[in-house]
């Protein structure tokens, strides 16, 4: 009798496996282009703008996809930051599509937004990218120099829209100034959003934030299945990486706090097994460190030290800061994701490294600015003031961002 309760176990498990792998919980808009929203295709010439993760249900990328189908063709392709099909770093080059031949017009190097010349002959642009949840990842400066492009061409753009993989619910950050405008702070926006990619398009559209001040012509092709307090792992759907360096949810968990390390001499963990998630160097105390975080009682994290090497890694242009030294880092362990607060934690841990190597510690002074989206956090660290205070700082903006983009949420 136990046996065969513990075979049927197997096989419940077996197929919940399959089932969970093959029918993902949630659909995503690339999947239903292909259904509720094909008319807005339909005989017509289209541009796409993607990435690697660009994935159907089915495991087909979306433009093999659309030049598979007799219905459609595709007349360019645009690659954002690291490809259409590869995983580089660096300036992304123009090329022809190895498997479809389609020409590819890069999106980061000396252009960021589409030319009247690459959308010659295009009906219908379509965007379909996965993003992050935090502001400084360049997608969704894509995002809006595509939709800048549409409106000026007077062609209709479709974002596909696809989970925020550390759910739609976590907003944390200083909202960026106008002034500080950049391709990593394309729109007034705090550092983690909780947002779709596609409800962020419909903010940038309605609120008038692209920067030629036009709407466009925009669909939003609506997920089904995708409530806010789903985490990636939740949706059934597979990990792509994004980028090189996004190698997992882990990573994304934390990486709204922890880029902002990139604008320091501290090694935001590139160069090993867990980027943005090991944050030292060799001349820090990591013990130290990491047993004065722990006595703040940070919500769902401990800090732990560990030493490692940063090595080159794959499909990575540049050497790692501290490339073949031994670093002395501390571990964001994240012990609860759901109570979490990954901006507020990074900015704990960049207080303390500053305060207690003073003599070591270095800004990347526009870097970090340009992150922040705004001055005023390092001017506050080098003024000694508390994280505390400085978290305090940015709330108002926050609270006024939130109503601002409670109009634009789809899903509950």
């Not at 690697?52 to 360019?76: F, M, Q």
Request: hydrophobic share 40%.
């Amino acid at each position: 009798m136990k046996r065969a309760i513990i075979v049927l176990v197997i096989i419940f498990l077996t197929v919940e496996i399959f089932s969970s792998e093959n029918n993902p919980k949630v659909k995503t808009g690339a999947d239903l282009l292909f259904t509720k929203y094909f008319k807005y295709i339909k005989g017509k010439n289209i541009g796409v703008v993607t990435n690697p993760t660009a994935l159907l249900s089915d495991g087909r990328h979306l433009v093999d996809a659309l030049y598979e189908n007799k219905e459609v063709k595709i007349a360019a392709l645009f690659g954002p930051e690291h490809g259409i099909r590869a995983d580089t770093t660096g300036a992304v080059k123009s090329s022809i599509d190895p498997i479809t031949g389609i020409p590819i017009y890069s999106l980061y190097g000396k252009t960021y937004k589409p030319t009247p010349a690459m959308l010659k002959n295009i009906d219908v642009l379509i965007f379909d990218i996965q993003d992050v949840g935090a502001r400084f990842y360049t997608f969704i400066s894509t995002l809006g120099f595509a939709m800048e492009a549409a409106s000026e061409k007077g062609i209709p753009i479709i974002v596909l829209d696809r989970p925020n993989p550390i759910r739609g619910e976590y907003v944390d950050g200083p909202v960026a100034l106008d002034s500080m405008e950049s391709f990593v702070a394309y729109a007034p926006i705090p550092t983690a959003y909780g947002m779709t990619i596609g409800e962020l398009a419909l903010m940038y559209n309605q609120e008038g934030w692209l920067h030629n001040g036009k709407k466009c012509n925009l669909i939003v092709a609506k997920m089904e299945g995708w409530t806010r307090n789903l985490w990636y792992d939740q949706t059934g759907l597979k990990w792509i990486k994004p980028s090189p360096n996004m190698i997992s949810l882990s990573t994304a968990i934390v990486y709204p706090g922890t880029c902002i390390f990139e604008g320091t001499n501290v090694s935001e963990g590139r160069g090993t097994d867990k980027p943005f998630e090991y944050i030292g160097a060799p001349w820090l105390n990591a013990v130290e460190a990491a047993k004065d975080l722990n006595h703040y009682n940070l919500e769902g994290v401990k800090f732990e030290p560990i030493q490692i090497t940063p090595v080159k890694t794959p499909n990575n242009a540049a050497q790692p800061k501290y490339f073949n030294q031994k670093c002395n880092d501390v571990y964001i362990k994240v012990t609860d994701r759901n109570i979490f607060k990954p901006v507020e934690s990074a900015l704990y841990l960049l207080w303390e490294i500053k305060k207690n190597s003073p003599e070591n510690f270095k800004w990347r002074e526009k870097t970090f600015d340009r992150l922040c989206g705004t001055p005023k956090v390092r001017l506050m660290l080098d003024e000694g003031k508390s994280p505390g205070e400085i978290i305090s700082s940015w709330k108002e903006d926050l609270n006024i961002f939130k109503k601002i983009r409670s109009k634009y949420l789809l899903y509950n």
